[in-house]
């Protein structure tokens, strides 16, 4: 049986070997990669508990967990908050059951309310689940012209729309005109802005693998820009922010596409479109892009909740908290929106 440990982040032998045995793992993913583990705790102050199983004196299995108190949203034990994916990656059954196990003791030793996991694939058919999610993931070819005919016809024309108006794509060094896009368009939808200084360590611990990707007007101006992640054959998009103005000039169509393009010439096979809720516009619009939904398997272990919580902005519990939201002004938003977010994840 093999045995659980902890990653210190301070042991840079230790999380080379975490990462190392991440990278070759086909069920872990961008968030299983040991730099997440010092971004929660330096950014967010959330204590985490990285949790591997080794046998033969060798790494067999990963478990990131972190845990996150909150006055308004609850005490939780997750795989990952921040994350669209996560839970147990391991080589064999034996570790991962092992690692589950220690996350369930782990999470009654912090008196938790609940252990939340997740998997992209179910793997407790007895847990209650969080059926709200889906993703959306799907190859693409080498070719351009492929993937531009993989487009339905009527978003095609969206894409083809953006490139008459001679929009451009420029890879930035920074992130200040991504995160001026990005926090604008999250205070008009009512939601708080992650701080800046979590997409500047992004970029610091992820480098090449963390690029951001802005699409300016012929006249320079800057009008949609996105943070993507890489990993392995994978492209992930997965943070984004839009002008007012980007809608009539298709600058959101355009961008997904020069990302694709970029990436495919970078040599990835796989578009993640990522995480989005069921009826939602994000959901019909990558459905738009011809990508077709795929359930996320968020399971709990419940021990002082009755229920699946659900900390998101389709309960109708927020839609005061919402409303009140988007008549703050920009800037007292963003001081006060990551003292709120960070414990939503």
Known sequence: ???????????????????????????????????????????????????????DNRI???????????????NALTSLPFAVYGGVAAADEASAEALEAEAQRLAQRLGV???????????????????????????????DEANMQAIPRKQRAMVRKGIKNELRGEIDSGAERFFALYADNVHRHGTPALPRRYFEALRHEFGPDCEVLTVAAKDGRPLSSVLT??????????????????????????????????AAARGCTLFDYGRSKVGTGPYHFKKNWGFEPQPLAYEYRLYKRDAVPQNNPANAKYKLMI??????PLGFANWLGPYVVRSLG
């Open 113 to 143: 309310q609940h252990l939340e996991l997740r998997h992209m694939q179910r793997r407790h058919a007895d847990w209650p689940l969080q059926d709200l999610y889906v993703t959306f993931r799907r190859p693409i070819s080498a070719d």
């Open 60 to 74: 067999t299995g990963v478990l990131p967990l972190a845990h996150v108190k909150s006055f308004l949203f609850g």
């Open 1 to 55: 049986m093999p045995t659980i440990d902890r990653l210190d982040a301070r042991d840079t032998r230790q999380a080379a070997a975490w990462d190392e045995f991440v990278m070759a793992c086909p069920r872990a993913t961008f968030f299983h990669r040991s730099a997440w583990q010092r971004i929660l705790e330096r950014v967010f102050q959330h204590r985490t508990h990285y949790l591997f199983a080794v046998a």
């Open 229 to 262: 992640f890489y990993f392995r054959d994978e492209v992930l998009p997965y943070y984004a922010g839009d002008d007012v103005a980007a809608r009539e000039l298709a600058a959101n169509d355009f961008k997904y596409w020069e990302l694709m393009r970029r």
């Open 323 to 328: 409303e009140t939201w988007r008549k703050l």
